[in-house]
């Protein structure tokens, strides 16, 4: 079964940092462009980031550019998302899915990051 599972979120001070994780299970991660996206209440679904097959090339939505970096864990068949400098309009729940425009194939759970102090 595929799948993708999310990790990482949680609560953090404005300026503070976090590393989510998008764990694939099911298929082989690198074969495929994986997305970052996050949904605030009340707010549209918002792209902020993508990583190509083979990370050849990334993406970054200018809401989160500079702050936000893409990369992969070939070994742990995994696509991280590390953000620094965390404001309150960073928090949301965080997905991962593939590709990275639609029709989407796979989306994981989400998980919440909420930045607040």
């Known amino acids: 079964q595929r799948q993708l599972v999310e990790s990482g979120g949680g609560l953090v001070q404005p300026g503070g940092s976090l590393r989510l994780s998008c764990t694939a299970s099911?298929?082989?991660?690198?074969?495929?462009?994986i997305g970052w996206f996050r949904q605030a209440p009340g707010k549209q679904r918002e792209g902020i980031s993508c990583i190509s097959r083979r990370e050849r090339d990334t993406f970054y939505a200018d809401s989160v550019r500079g702050r936000f970096t893409v990369s992969r864990d070939v070994a742990r068949n995994a696509v991280y998302l590390q953000m620094n400098n965390l404001q309150s309009e960073d928090t949301a729940v965080y997905y991962c899915?593939?590709?990275?425009?639609?029709?989407?194939?796979?989306w994981g759970r989400g998980t919440q990051v909420t930045v607040s102090s």
């Open positions: 099911g298929f082989t991660a690198t074969a495929y462009a």
């Open positions: 899915a593939t590709p990275c425009t639609g029709p989407y194939d796979l």
